[in-house]
């Protein structure tokens, strides 16, 4: 049981990722398939304007793949670097490469791409790592706690969780002490924990020590 959660909480965290770096995989894919498939064209060009934030300047032209747009060209934007908009305003064209039949696979030179998505996308990934680790950590606490009234005294016991059905609803629990109140304690079974309720038996335990307890298992 405790290996099927553990492969569970891997699975889901493997499938949250790869929904998380989508985009920026599906990026570089488009980006190796023009590299690697693409033709050097020269696109009629012309320049949109110049957007001046407070920042650094954005400068933003569109282009065509056809000589006659109404021939069923598609016309792109893409934003550039000042040299390169200068160029198109200069010429009227711009250098793309293209994957032929698939317009939209594309590069320009001189195109400049936004950090936003790789910001997002290594933010994204800290916060799922970041939930794994604690979910990891804590994947114990995750489950109901079993409540045990013990039928004898507590005994010291060598280190490692154990949950072992006797007959009935008799049970015998070794973990370590996570909590100590006056009737009471708390064992810690890795995978869940387990409220022993001592009935006035005796507990020579100490925190964090490892104990071992018979009793009926009662919720």
Not at 207 to 215: F, I, K, L, N
Request: net charge negative; glycine share 10%.
């Amino acid at each position: 049981m405790r290996g099927t959660r553990t492969a569970s909480l891997l699975v889901l965290a493997v499938l949250a990722a790869l929904l998380v770096n989508l985009p920026l995989v599906h990026s570089a894919w488009r980006d190796w398939t023009v590299e690697r498939n693409g033709v050097d064209v020269t696109a009629r060009a012309e320049g949109l304007g110049v957007a001046d934030d407070g920042e650094e300047p954005t400068y933003r032209v569109q282009f065509t793949l056809t000589d006659d747009e109404t021939a069923g060209g598609s016309v792109w934007p893409v934003v550039v670097d000042e040299s390169t908009y200068d160029e198109v305003q200069r010429t009227g064209t711009v250098r793309v490469r293209v994957v032929e039949d698939e317009p939209g696979l594309h590069t320009v030179d001189g195109e400049v791409r936004g950090r936003g998505m790789l910001v997002l996308t290594v933010v994204a990934d800290l916060v799922l790592l970041l939930m794994v680790v604690l979910a990891w950590r804590h994947r114990g606490r995750l489950r109901p706690q079993l409540r045990l009234l013990a039928t004898e005294d507590v005994r010291r016991c060598p280190p490692g969780a154990e949950l072992e059905r006797l007959e009935g609803e008799r049970y015998v629990v070794s973990g370590d002490v996570l909590e100590i109140e006056d009737d009471a304690l708390l064992l810690d079974l890795g995978d869940r924990t387990v409220k022993v309720l001592l009935d006035g038996h005796h507990n020579p335990v100490g925190y964090q020590q490892p104990a071992r307890v018979t009793g009926v298992l009662i919720g």
